[in-house]
């Protein structure tokens, strides 16, 4: 069973610039979550989807949103990026219902904002 | 709004002592708690979970938790050490029952000498 893939792992962008960073979970599960990852904050949730809907949200500005598809796919988009936006960004995959699913991570994204 | 405190940032055994990882956490409902860890560049795995029933919960690689509802704790244990246990373990609280959506503490670095 393939796992959670993320496309593209590295990314160099500009301030101001806006980026879009794609995740496909594993076959079968419905739920995405995003995750950015710094050395200063850690580990610090963005945002949910279950079956195309936002079921939960992080404490993240409006820059940062995300969307799924269909075929559970997710992608999430960065408008406006800031230097503090460099991070590695994290998705997990999981079957989404019942009750403390496992999460799967993808191996992530590196993006770097100059 | 749940939390949680994961006390040292880096710890160090030999191989073959007692791992011991503290972790703290902050609910206002039952807590679903989660141990990931994250080997270098790569994406996280789950080590255990604990949801309902019993409080003492067993893991892959041989570690365990105990959860402790007095004392607001969810310490990470294994009882020898390898060298491939050298990762940066993070404790985790679900925001919702689905366990999709985690606040994770800031991790903490295990370090494993011969």
């Known amino acids: 069973k393939a796992g959670v893939t993320q496309t593209p792992r590295y990314l160099i962008k500009t301030r101001g610039q806006q980026v879009t960073l794609s995740c496909s979970p594993i076959?079968?599960?419905?739920?995405v979550s995003w995750y950015q990852q710094t050395p200063g904050q850690g580990l610090q949730f963005l945002f949910e989807?279950?079956?195309?809907?936002?079921?939960n949200k992080g404490n993240f500005p409006g820059r940062f949103s995300g969307r799924q598809f269909s075929n559970s796919r997710s992608e999430m988009n960065v408008s406006t990026l800031e230097l503090g936006d460099s991070a590695l960004y994290l998705c997990?995959?999981?079957?989404?219902?019942?009750?403390?699913?496992?999460?799967?991570f993808g191996p992530g994204t590196r993006l770097t904002v100059l | 709004a749940q939390s949680v405190t994961q006390l040292g940032s880096h710890v160090s055994v030999s191989e073959g002592a007692l791992v011991l990882l503290r972790c703290n956490y902050s609910?206002?409902?039952?807590?679903?708690l989660f141990w990931y860890v994250q080997y270098p560049n790569q994406g996280l795995q789950l080590l255990l979970k604990?949801?309902?029933?019993?409080?003492l919960v067993k893991g892959i690689n041989g570690f365990e938790a105990e959860f402790k509802k007095s004392e607001t704790s969810f310490h990470l244990t294994k009882p020898s050490a390898h060298m491939s246990d050298a990762a940066e373990y993070f404790c985790?609280?679900?925001?919702?029952?689905?366990?999709?959506?985690?606040?994770f503490g800031k991790g903490t670095t295990l370090s494993v000498s011969s």
């Open positions: 989807y279950f079956s195309e809907t936002q079921r």
């Open positions: 604990y949801t309902t029933g019993a409080t």
């Open positions: 997990a995959s999981s079957l989404g219902q019942g009750f403390g699913n496992e999460q799967f």
């Open positions: 985790a609280v679900s925001v919702d029952q689905a366990g999709t959506a985690l606040i």
């Open positions: 076959s079968g599960h419905r739920s």
């Open positions: 609910s206002s409902v039952p807590p679903y």
